[in-house]
């Protein structure tokens, strides 16, 4: 069989636990045999960033920015058992954090849907995605616990000295306070990355905040995404035939109950936080999720949204059988190569994409799956297979429909 080649380098960032063990079995079954891969491989396995002093993950994002593409396994965000377990110089940031910083990017969230595993609510026919703004608002908050009564204002010294202030409240007693920001520019990126990832996938964007409450803060953020929509998008859109609609969260979240989805929601930070949370488990598994990262200047990072299943791992450690489910992982390898093929023109890679993904979901349907899909399917008297086994059952069906073209 004839490999197919590639022109510019895959950056491939390698990861840590349960998918570490994954991402190799993936490669060799599913990468290797069928394409002549070219990638630039960074190790973010956490021993690395520690020998490296975390240098590896900026190179990695950096090498993203260069090549435009890259695909991701998941990493250990240390904590302080991770310290001890691995004798960390430093609690080292989280890869995604540092990466996202770089490439200025946003994530959008996507469940991979297949028959069999039917979402909790009827209507959804089609994936729903999740796009985060993942700056500010209350995850860079500051608060106070206000002990007795007092005045709390807000204060902004411009840089010429001169003071703004609000009343916020007159405690009469004990209470709590809290101040967040955000900024224009990180707003317009969020912005420009929904837009582009609309056009990109040709599926309608809507946006929602608490804008009539919150009449400046949330506000800003409506007028920012109409003014850029109008200014550079529109004509796209409409060329496209995909729309753009605003509306208040209260009104989304009724919609989106009775959608049949295929739309990307954009969300603030801490809604994109909570909303995402309920997306994938409403459609029925966070092994089922990806995770692309999108720059606005059109660079692209694929992952499972999942972690690194660090309960099976101690299990695999100790040799026992794991039946951990390697879809996300493997749709993160075939949204990355399709993204490659796309901007080489390579047809031949997306196509590679293609199979590879329906390989996959033909394998689920015919009843072969990992464990925690078995849990939740419809499909009668499923087949449970092992971590390798459902990797392996992926590569016949691979093999098969490479073999009919
Ligand atoms: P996790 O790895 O997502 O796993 C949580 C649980 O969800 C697992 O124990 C498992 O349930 C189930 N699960 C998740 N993915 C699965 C899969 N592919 N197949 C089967 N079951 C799956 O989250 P975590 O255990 O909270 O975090 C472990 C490590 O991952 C942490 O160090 C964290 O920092 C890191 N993390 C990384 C990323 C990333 O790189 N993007 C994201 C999140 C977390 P059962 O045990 O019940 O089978
Ligand atoms: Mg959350």
Known sequence: MNKTIMKTPLVEMDGDEMTRILWKMIKEELIFPFIDLKSEYYDLGLEKRNETNDQITVDAANANKKYGVAVKCATITPNAARMTEYDLKEMWKSPNGTIRAILDGTVFRAPITVKGIEPNVKSWSKPITIARH????????????????????????AQDGTETRALIHEYKGAGVLQGMHNLNASIESFARSCFAYALDTKQDLWFSTKDTISKKYDHTFKDIFQEIFEKEYQEAFEKAGITYFYTLID???????????????????????????????????????????????????????????????????????????????????????????????????????????????????????????????????????????????????????????
């Open 134 to 157: 993942a700056y500010g608002d209350v995850y860079k908050n500051t608060e106070m616990i206000i002990p007795g009564a007092g005045k709390a204002e807000l204060v902004f010294t």
């Open 251 to 405: 009104d989304a979240v009724a919609r989106v109950m009775k959608s049949e989805g295929g739309f990307i929601w954009a969300c603030k930070n801490y809604d994109g936080d909570v909303m995402s949370d309920m997306i994938s488990s409403a459609f029925g598994s966070l092994a089922m999720m990806t995770s692309v990262l999108v720059s606005p200047d059109g660079n692209y990072e694929y992952e499972a949204a999942h972690g690194t299943v660090q309960r099976h791992y101690y299990k695999y450690l100790k040799g026992e059988e794991t039946s951990t489910n390697s879809v996300a992982t493997i749709f993160a390898w075939s949204g990355a190569l399709r993204k490659r093929g796309e901007l080489d023109g390579l047809e031949e890679l997306e196509k590679f994409a293609d199979q590879l993904e329906q390989a996959t979901l033909m394998t689920i349907e015919s009843g072969r799956m990992t464990k925690d899909l078995a849990l939740i399917t419809t499909i009668e008297e499923p087949v449970v297979l092992n971590s390798q086994q459902f990797i392996q059952e992926i590569r016949k069906e691979l093999e098969a429909l490479r073999k009919e073209d």
